[in-house]
């Protein structure tokens, strides 16, 4: 009762940005816009490409697609706030908004994590048991695995915001970050705290061991049945299959190890390169993905150039159609 009489509960959060950087926010910025535009553009093509060409209405395509949808989730749940307080000064932010980003940004992190494994499983198939790929891997399973990786995800992470809802919060409101990341916000809590960081922590390590396991599984299973093949060839074409999958899985893993590294081990690390590697973490996969199945998959790569080329005499028609009118109001 004396708590509640002398202290209010503050009701929204100051996020700095990136600390000991302020003067350069406005510059920051630029990066996380081309950044942020690129992800929204380059996996609009991917999914746009996907659902016109019927030849791509393929389970591993279709998993690429939900893929695609979860980074231009993860970039618009992330980005657009950043954006504000680097060129907008908006760092103010509502207690029930921040909790809300934290909840989306974490789930679909998990979330891209369960489809990497999806894809995983579906290389597998298509490599180690590729007679039964079409009976195994049939719509209905893919949207299955789907919806169950969805289902984990949103389970996972929603203890997070509702065990931080039942911590008090007095005094301390500033967050030294450019998004509401779960420890940052747990950190202003004035409690104890043990509940929070064991879960968060137990949460991080389960989605990466098991996850990390499942992959490193399937590939293993992968390897061994391409190196029993006779023909280099067919060697090398198997591989290839896998060769986008593999560059996925290490610009979606690699910036969040050093992230999670530098938050538990690195303490001499400044704070300003642990919140430009969490950023990075969270807005570097979502563009660099369809990048790296544009180049790497030969039917996206086709079919994005023929689409280019339509729009292209498309847009060159109507100009050509346009212009004689032109000429005639000029006479």
Request: glycine residues 4%; hydrophobic residues 50%.
């Amino acid at each position: 009762m004396a708590d509640n009489a002398t202290h209010h509960y503050i009701s929204s959060f100051f996020l700095v940005g990136i600390p000991g950087l302020q003067a350069f926010h406005r510059w920051i910025g630029i990066p996380v816009f081309l950044l942020f535009v690129l992800a929204l553009l380059g996996n609009s093509v991917i999914i746009i490409t996907i659902k016109l060409e019927p030849s791509l209405h393929q389970p591993m395509y279709f998993f690429l697609c939900m893929l695609a949808v979860n980074d231009m989730a993860l970039a618009s749940s992330t980005a657009p706030k950043m954006l504000g307080i680097f060129w907008l000064d908006a760092h103010r932010f509502d207690f029930s908004i921040c909790l809300a980003q934290m909840y989306f940004i974490h789930t679909f992190c998990i979330m891209e994590s369960a489809l990497l494994v999806a894809m995983a499983f579906d290389r597998y198939v298509a490599i180690c048991i590729p007679l039964r790929y079409t009976t195994i891997l049939t719509t209905p399973v893919v949207i299955k695995m789907g919806l169950a990786g969805m289902t984990r995800a949103a389970f996972m992470v929603l203890p997070c915001p509702l065990l931080i809802k039942r911590l008090p919060y007095y005094t301390k409101y500033v967050i030294n970050h450019a998004y509401c990341e779960h420890m940052a916000v747990v950190k202003l809590a004035s409690a104890n705290t043990l509940i929070n960081r064991a879960y968060g922590i137990s949460v991080a390590l389960s989605v990466m061991v098991l996850d990390l396991g499942l992959i490193a599984t399937s590939y293993i299973k992968i390897l061994q049945a391409v190196f029993r093949l006779s023909s280099q060839n067919t060697r090398s074409k198997a591989l290839g299959t896998c060769a986008a999958h593999v560059c996925t899985i290490l610009v979606s893993y690699t910036p969040a190890l050093f992230s999670f590294l530098t938050h538990r081990i690195g303490k001499k690390v400044p704070p300003s390169i642990h919140i430009i590697l969490a950023s990075l973490y969270l807005l570097v996969p979502p563009t660099v993905n369809p990048l790296v199945y544009g180049v790497k998959t030969k039917q996206i790569r086709d079919r994005v150039v023929n689409l280019f080329f339509q729009i292209r005499r498309f847009l060159k028609t109507k100009i050509c159609k346009f212009q004689p009118k032109l000429v005639k109001n000029d006479y």
